[in-house]
């Protein structure tokens, strides 16, 4: 069974800083793109960044977040980290981890709440 548990979400103050951790289970971790999205209140979900493997070419981030969020990930313990530092009350939303794989599937984790007070 293949698993994505997300943490680290919290309330911080504008201008701050969270660490949000993503620890995959059941892949091939090594073979998978893996990154965040995130889902704004009433709204659909928009990518935040992801990193690609050796096999799949995915390296990206979205232009909001660019410069002020890093996302790194680290084969040995099958996790993806999310650094958001300069945080800003537009980036309240709950994030989530997902991971792809060469055939195109994709797989969700369940969200992390993130909040960011002015």
């Known amino acids: 069974e293949v698993q994505l548990q997300a943490s680290g979400g919290g309330l911080v103050q504008a201008g701050g800083s969270l660490r949000l951790s993503c620890v995959a289970s059941g892949f091939d971790f090594d073979d998978i793109a893996i990154g965040w999205f995130r889902q704004f209140p009433g709204k659909g979900r928009e990518g935040v960044g992801c990193?690609?493997?050796?096999?799949?070419?995915?390296?990206w981030y979205s232009d909001s977040v660019k410069g002020r969020f890093t996302v790194a990930r680290d084969n040995a313990k099958d996790t993806v980290y999310l650094q958001m530092n300069n945080l800003k009350p537009e980036d309240t939303a709950v994030y989530y981890c997902?991971?792809?794989?060469?055939?195109?599937?994709?797989?969700w984790g369940q969200g992390t709440q993130v909040t960011v007070s002015s």
């Open positions: 990193v690609g493997s050796e096999d799949i070419t995915a390296t």
């Open positions: 997902y991971a792809r794989r060469v055939t195109g599937s994709v797989s």
